[in-house]
């Protein structure tokens, strides 16, 4: 079958996490998690769903900027697409006009990673296999098919990326069954919120610990004394042996954020992840070289926007952990060449998730980093968040700290509707309370 595209609807759909100050941090302090939904549908009756990330207001925007580029995608067959992804992720990302609005960053990039979700959900299905394992058992040529080198073949060639795949061909089987029967290791950032009170942050570490996790980040940076009492408390319940990692969202300039991180250095984080301006890749570097000698990496890449950007990360040691994003970057097309820089340059990829299906998505692309790219799990973890996972059909399975591999054919973020139809804006009866309608 062909799969044609006959039509794309995307949807603003968005949870009021704000009331309880779930994901707050110090820059985004009352966030509603939102995405712009999209749904493919083809003339043969399957659909493809994609989502992307945003934190509440705006969300219209990026649905906008889905509409603007639907007509890139309908009318196209599956087959036709896949078997020229690298051209379809060009005719997106490089439109003659629309790539003014980016390119490759911005609003206009997050949407394209809405459409390109959607389409790899639709292949995945259509394979009847989870997307992990669509990839997984792809050929290496097959795989860097689907990649754009263009600005980075200074940093990683198509043959160097397809050495790699090759290489890695052995162990997969091995590495493969293990992922099933023991899951990708995970960490949680649930417990330590900047909004929680110390009473809460107690609770859900107590209750995390009994549920057998050993890795916790602390949201910091709005003050430091709060930070010291925060990281001190959360040392002090977690033990010296179990992990645990700050995240200041972008809140320093680069000289503030070694000073302020130094003063943390005694509650041994293992990584400072966004200690200033996503864009500031020297800084990083800066920051990266005066934490080194008190063991503290730098972890960043959430708000990252595109391989470019990465490429400079990694060529300037400017991170120690790259956090890939399945909504941020163009897709699987644009994380698969970041995954294969990581490994070149030897630095682990521990993704960014939470949000809404923000983990749904990316543990596919972290079991295939680990099956068929790094096949290490020597400092690498997934972020985890236990929210809103209510509101998928097929929801992350998480076992004793793990990611269990996902077992239905797609990408796991298709949405229930009646989750999708009550939280709709400004429609839906749900409603975020920083209602900005006019
Ligand atoms: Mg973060």
Redesign the pocket.
Known sequence: MLHKITSLTVRDVRFPTSLEQHGS?AMHTDPDYSVAYVVLDTDCGLKGFGLTFTVGKGTEIVVCAVEAVAGLVVGKSLQEIVSDFRGFYRLLTSDGQMRWLGPEKGVIHLAIAAVLNAVWDLWARAEGKPLWKLLVDMDPKQIVSCIDFRYITDALTEEEAVEILVKAQEGKQRREEHMLKEGYPAYT?SCAWLGYSDQLLKQLCTDALKSGWTKF?V?VGADLEDDKRRCRLMRQMIGPDNTLMI?A?QRWDVAEAISWVSSLAEFKPLWV??PTSPDDILGHAAISKALAPLGIGV?TG?QCHNRVMFKQFLQASALQFV?IDSCRLGSVNENLAVLLMAHKFQVPVCP?A?GVGLCELVQHLILFDYICVSGSLGNRMC?YVDHLHEHFTSPVVIHDAHYMPPKDPGYSCEMLESSVQSHQYPEGDVQVKNDNAV
Request: glycine share 8%; hydrophobic share 5%; proline share 0%.
């Open positions: 941090d950032t980040k949201k995240d969202n992840e966004e972890a959430e956090q960014h939470g972020e």
